[in-house]
Every structure is written in structure tokens, then in C-alpha cells.
């Protein structure tokens, strides 16, 4: 399967913490997405980094992403509980299909 | 702008029956991509479409099948419906094949017995 591989699946953490989330990838990509799930609904974009960049900032959001180990990770700053979610990398392999592919998700649980 | 709609929200359905979701993309988004999402398989593509013409396909069986209208509106169809068929369908567009971000809408619940 080329879809890529959140770590890790659940994170429970208290408000105010930092929330740490990584994905794994496994060919050469174009660029790599993070979106947020709220419990069984639409997903929202977060944030796209580019192959050929190393790290992005969003708000609370931090990418980076590192092709020769074909991993990135999203770090949110301050974690509200309103960031409680479920998390997903998704990606656009090189050559081939345009076709995005997702990971199965960190679930994020932040206590307020 | 409105966002994505997708119709109807919740749905249940008998196996050997079909159905038909419907999804309106962002005004002036000419993409409209499908996805089934469940516990077991995660996030899967099934289809984009663009222009009225499917522009790419995931690996899913000939009983999934979709449309795209002159005015972006979107359809999907699942025939002779399986119980692993229960997901949530999810339906995003863009404005453009191949774009990078994509806008999703708040999917189909669809529960087969």
C-alpha cells in the first residue's frame, strides 16, 4: 500500500500542551497535506508543505517535512480542547496517477 | 461562498439495493472527487471528475460508479449494495484536476442491512 502512516493513532493530552503527530510515506511525493477531522464529519485543510521544503508554519501549526526519511510531522503549540480531532497526512505520489492518498488518522483528545 | 453540500446526510439501505449520493461543489470548482472512509480500510479515493469526464480512479469494484452534470454537480452511484458498503462517503472539489488543496463537504452516512 502506498497510503500514508500516521503515529502515533491516539493522543491524549491536557490544555495547554503540545501536541506532536507524524506520518510516514513510503514513494517520492509532490507535496504532503495534513487535514483535521471532527468526529465523523468533512475534513478540513490545515496546511500543505512541498517536497522541496523543510518546514511551514500556520498559526499553532508547524510542518516539516523530511523526503529522505519520507516522513513528516504536524506539531500544534498550545493545544486547545477545540483541537480535539483526528488527524490525517495525505499525499500526491510522483509519476503515475494523480491520486491522494491518506493515512489513517492520530486521534487527538485534548482535556480541558 | 457555500461550501460543499453533500445530500441526503444520513441514509440506510438493504443489501442487493443501489443508491445514489449527491454531492454540489464550491461555486466556480470544476473538481469534484469521491471518498469512502471506514474504521477498517481508513480514507480510500474512489473517483475524480472534472469537466463531466473522470480524470482518475481508485482501486474499487464496477458496482461504484459516479457522474459529473455541466454544472460541477456530482452523483455517485453504488449498486447491488454489500453490508461492507457502510461508510461515509465523502465528497471534496477543487478548482481544478490534480489541485493540491481540496474542499470537503460534511459526507453521506450511508448504513447497509
Known amino acids: 500500500s502506498q497510503q500514508g502512516e500516521e503515529d502515533p493513532q491516539a493522543l491524549s493530552i491536557q490544555e495547554g500542551e503540545n501536541a506532536t503527530m507524524n506520518c510516514s510515506y513510503k514513494?517520492?511525493?509532490?507535496?504532503l497535506q495534513w487535514y483535521r477531522q471532527n468526529s465523523g464529519r468533512g475534513l478540513v485543510h490545515l496546511i500543505l508543505?512541498?517536497?522541496?521544503?523543510r518546514e511551514k508554519h500556520s498559526g499553532r501549526l508547524r510542518v516539516t517535512l523530511d523526503t529522505s526519511k519520507k516522513s513528516s510531522s504536524l506539531l500544534i503549540t498550545a493545544s486547545r480542547a477545540a483541537d480535539t480531532a483526528s488527524y490525517f497526512c495525505?499525499?500526491?505520489?510522483?509519476?503515475?496517477?494523480?491520486?491522494?492518498?491518506f493515512g489513517r488518522g492520530t486521534s487527538l483528545i485534548v482535556h480541558p | 461562498k457555500a461550501g460543499v453540500t453533500q445530500t441526503p446526510r444520513y441514509l440506510i439501505k438493504t443489501r442487493g439495493q443501489q443508491v445514489t449520493l449527491s454531492c454540489s461543489p464550491i461555486?466556480?470548482?470544476?473538481?469534484v472527487s469521491w471518498y469512502q472512509q471506514t474504521p477498517g480500510q481508513g480514507l480510500q479515493f474512489l473517483f475524480e471528475?472534472?469537466?463531466?469526464?473522470?480524470?482518475n480512479k481508485g482501486n474499487f469494484p464496477g458496482r461504484f460508479s459516479g457522474r459529473q452534470f455541466s454544472n460541477s454537480r456530482s452523483e455517485m452511484n453504488v449498486s447491488t449494495l454489500e453490508l461492507g458498503d457502510s461508510a461515509l462517503y465523502l465528497c471534496?472539489?477543487?478548482?481544478?484536476?490534480?489541485?493540491?488543496?481540496?474542499?470537503f463537504g460534511p459526507g453521506t452516512r450511508l448504513l447497509v442491512l
Open positions: 514513494t517520492s511525493i509532490n507535496n
Open positions: 495525505a499525499t500526491r505520489f510522483t509519476g503515475g496517477s494523480y491520486i491522494p492518498t
Open positions: 471528475y472534472f469537466s463531466e469526464t473522470q480524470r
Open positions: 471534496a472539489s477543487s478548482s481544478k484536476t490534480g489541485e493540491e488543496t481540496q474542499y
Open positions: 461555486s466556480g470548482h470544476r473538481s
Open positions: 508543505i512541498r517536497s522541496n521544503e
